[in-house]
């Protein structure tokens, strides 16, 4: 975490109040439903100058109030009151970097021709988190390059297994041995 940086003061002063409450994964889950929740007009407006605070509160209480935990909803209005919020994607993305490490969690991307079910993410998850010796967290790309299969990339490892590495390491071998033969 990069603690000069202003989103990473407040990333941090909540990550401590939820080590402090063992809130930890819970506050990580809060933050990523609100990013998900948050739309470009949502953002626009929470951040216009022109808006008063008083409105900007009531919408956010409005939609947000009954659906967070007292601390996470009250850090958002901070970042309201401190006219923060403009940094907030930023400020989630240093929370889940802490959270992540505190928790021994590693996030990765897994690309794949075709979709794949929860049932299939689930357990391609439990394998490569045996392999890290970490809990993983994939989040499916779509990458129909692939032709089939599938590729995953956590931290500096990346796992091949596409019909087009396939392909690729067939194609290779032959010419290899066509040059060498």
């Known amino acids: 975490m990069n603690k000069d940086s202003v989103a990473s003061r407040y990333a ?10 063992n809130q930890v994964a819970s506050y990580k889950d809060e933050l990523n439903d609100f990013a998900s929740y948050l739309t470009i007009d949502l953002k626009t407006f929470l951040t216009h100058y ?12 409005q939609i947000f109030k009954d659906n967070l935990s007292s601390d996470v909803y009250n850090f958002l209005c901070l970042l309201l009151d401190k006219q923060r919020f403009n ?15 505190y ?24 394998k490569v988190s045996q ?15 692939l032709i089939g299969g599938f590729k995953i990339v956590v931290c500096d490892t990346v796992i091949d297994n596409s019909l087009k590495n396939k392909l690729d390491s ?3 071998e032959l010419l290899g041995k066509e040059v060498n033969g």
């Open 103 to 126: 928790l021994n969690i590693e996030e990765g991307i897994i690309y794949t021709a075709s979709e794949i079910s929860e049932q299939t993410l689930i357990k391609i998850e439990n």
């Open 170 to 172: 067939l194609r290779d």
């Open 50 to 61: 022109s808006v008063s605070l008083k409105d900007k509160k009531a919408l956010m209480a």
């Open 131 to 145: 392999l890290l010796g970490k809990k993983t967290i994939l989040k499916i790309k779509e990458d129909k390059t």
């Open 12 to 21: 941090l002063a909540l990550f401590e109040l939820a080590k402090e409450n």
């Open 87 to 101: 940094s907030i994607e930023e400020i989630i993305k240093e929370y889940n970097s802490a959270a992540n490490e």
